[in-house]
């Protein structure tokens, strides 16, 4: 069973967790968190390009030039896709790309994202990220004592004042349990929770697993 420290804002002890193996302690699978995070950024792209077909392109109703005596190519149309402005052959329109991944496989993702941090020792965990007012320094002090500089936030609960102080942060993002997502977690080194956070979290991906299964 993982067993990690508790630590208050000034870093230093004051207990300690212990987490579920089902959890956090799974083979890490590069393939599949490869493949959730490429599953979100294909549902995030709009998908609105679109190009001119030779048929939808104004104009060329004429044919240019006589078939045959000019020395050239024969042409029907200024809007045949090798004439300037002329429309396109194999262009883009607009498509869904949106895919959707099972949901044994997301939740095998995040138990390897949670397994690698905590075997690098880079999830912190501490007894709470209560903060008194919204600001930024308040915010910097406690990232400060706790030795972290590029963090997602994962919090059990909505707290205006954390969401405040961090969101002028380039390096800091928070989270909630309902807006936890791979990709966003990956684009930060450290990973900072509470311990309800994490009892929370677990459930999550126990019940996860064992429905997809």
């Known amino acids: 069973m993982a067993r990690l420290d508790v630590l208050n804002l000034q870093g230093k002890k004051t207990g300690s967790l212990d987490l579920d193996d089902r959890v956090f302690d799974v083979d890490v699978k590069e393939h599949v968190l490869w493949e959730v995070v ?3 950024l294909a549902s995030r792209r709009a998908g ?6 030779r048929s939808e ?3 060329g109703g004429r044919k240019p030039y006589k078939q045959k005596g000019t020395g050239r190519a024969r042409q ?10 002329g429309g396109s ?6 498509r869904d790309y949106s895919y959707s991944v099972p949901k044994k496989v997301r939740a095998l993702a995040l ?8 075997r690098d020792k880079r999830l912190v965990v501490v007894e709470s990220l209560k903060l008194e007012e919204a600001k930024t320094s ?3 002090q406690v990232l400060s004592h706790l030795g972290l500089s590029s963090v997602a936030i994962v919090n059990h609960e909505e707290d205006s004042n954390i969401s405040l102080s961090v969101r002028n942060l380039p390096k800091v993002k928070h989270l909630s349990l309902e807006s936890i997502n791979l990709y966003d977690l990956l684009n930060y080194e450290t990973v900072l929770s509470t311990p309800e956070a994490l009892k929370m979290l677990e459930l999550r991906l126990v019940d996860m697993r064992q429905m997809a299964s």
């Open 111 to 118: 138990c390897g994202f949670f397994t690698d941090r905590i």
């Open 48 to 53: 609105t390009h679109s190009t001119l077909r």
């Open 38 to 40: 490429r599953s979100q």
């Open 138 to 140: 308040k915010a910097l």
């Open 89 to 94: 052959v194999f262009g883009p329109k607009p």
């Open 57 to 59: 392109v104004r104009g």
């Open 76 to 85: 029907g149309s200024i809007r045949s896709p090798n004439f300037v402005g």
